[in-house]
């Protein structure tokens, strides 16, 4: 059999086993895809080709669509100022302490941007589990959309900085790159102000009643048309796959079920293919070197400890506890960790070793984030 055939096939059934693996070991999915991609890359049943590359690569750029669709604009408009206040200065504090701890630690000037990263990804698996209802869990995303864009923002410009190096290439990037934003502000004001006063467009262009998957077909020109823009503008093109998804999100809301179905493909098929990529990259004899296992560790002891630092000194409205519970809910930026592992490698910005350490804490803050919120939220504890 083939090579071809052999890693279709090893792909097609980790994407059908993965999820049952996942519910059985109370693991995340793209976590348990990383995993088996890792094992069945090292036995030879997954080896890299055009195709399989080239697959993984539109994965990324589907997976940060999607991680702007968990952005609504509107809901951003709506916050309390005191709350953005607060958002603010606790990512602050975030970057800050990433800082000290990259010179302090001599980790190298990668992880103060790496280690501050926020994604709500799962943070959405955590209200499914918990409920709507718990005052930490509604801050966290809240805060953590706000953190999402920036987030995604300052990974445009290191990316930018990456490729070009600090010079006239980079500043005229930035320049590009605000000039872009900036325009992007102003679609954004016009589509609104459009669709406030003919609010038929909206039901025109996605209708309730479709059957002809309309909603799908916009989607997806809109994901098309923003990675055209930012490819012939030198941008890092999952910046422009993410405003895609936020443009989606944040002015097509009646269609409620848009978002689900935009998710249901994406994680169905495109975005594990992605992830199972990332999986065959790491070398299990590599991983377990003292070296990488003790990197990985420090950075998953710093990025947790940081989050709950910020928390505890930033969100007084919330009882200790719940600001435990908050810090750990954003230690688990897991995508966008492998996002920007991704990029940097690719640039050759980071060594295999530093690669290898990220992903692996990206695991570990998973694991370790998922069981001590469960540990702390059910116990009966006199702290208030």
């Known amino acids: 059999m083939s090579t071809g055939i052999t890693t279709i096939i090893t792909i097609s059934i980790i994407i059908i086993a993965a999820p049952h693996f996942s519910k059985f070991f109370k693991l995340p999915l793209t976590t348990v895809e990383i995993i088996f991609g890792t094992i069945t890359g090292y036995f030879g049943l997954i080896q890299d080709n055009e195709i399989f590359t080239l697959i993984s690569e539109v994965g990324f750029l589907y997976l940060m669509f999607l991680a702007g669709t968990e952005v609504d604009l509107r809901v951003l408009k709506n916050i309390d ?68 864009v920036i987030s995604i923002t300052l990974i445009t410009f290191a990316s930018a900085a990456l490729k070009f190096g ?22 954004f004001r016009i589509v609104d102000i459009l669709f406030w006063w003919f609010p038929n467009i909206k039901i ?63 994680f169905g098929f495109i975005v594990p293919v992605f992830f199972i990529y990332i999986g065959t990259t790491l070398k299990i004899d590599s991983l377990m070197t003292p070296k990488i296992l003790k990197l990985a560790s420090l950075v998953t002891i710093v990025m947790i400890f940081t989050r709950i630092l910020a ?17 750990f809910a954003h230690s688990m930026p897991l995508t966008l960790l492998v996002a920007v592992a991704s990029i940097a490698y690719n640039s050759h910005t980071i060594n295999e070793e530093i690669y290898y350490s990220i992903i692996l804490a990206s695991i570990f803050e998973v694991i370790i984030s998922m069981i001590s919120i469960k540990v702390i939220f059910f116990q009966k504890s006199s702290i208030k």
């Open 204 to 266: 025109f262009l996605m209708p309730y009643r479709d059957n002809d998957e309309k909603d799908i077909r916009i989607s997806f020109a809109i994901f098309f048309i923003l990675i055209a823009i930012t490819l012939y503008l030198h941008l890092e093109i999952a910046f422009g796959a993410f405003i895609a998804g936020i443009f989606i999100t944040t002015f097509f809301h009646h269609k409620e079920e848009l978002t689900h179905k935009l998710a249901s493909f994406g």
């Open 311 to 327: 928390s505890l000194l930033v969100f007084h409205t919330l009882k200790i506890k719940e600001r435990v519970l908050f810090g």
């Open 166 to 187: 600090i010079g006239f290439k980079f500043y005229k990037t930035v320049l590009i790159l605000i000039l872009f934003l900036l325009a992007i502000i102003i679609i």
């Open 81 to 148: 100022i005191k709350i953005i206040k607060n958002s603010l200065i606790y990512i602050s504090l975030l970057y800050f302490f990433s800082f000290i701890s990259s010179y302090y630690l001599n980790l190298g000037n990668v992880f103060i941007i790496i280690m501050p990263l926020i994604s709500v990804g799962l943070i959405m698996s955590l209200l499914k589990e918990y409920g709507k209802d718990q005052k930490w869990l509604k801050l966290a995303m809240l805060v953590g959309i706000l953190g999402e």
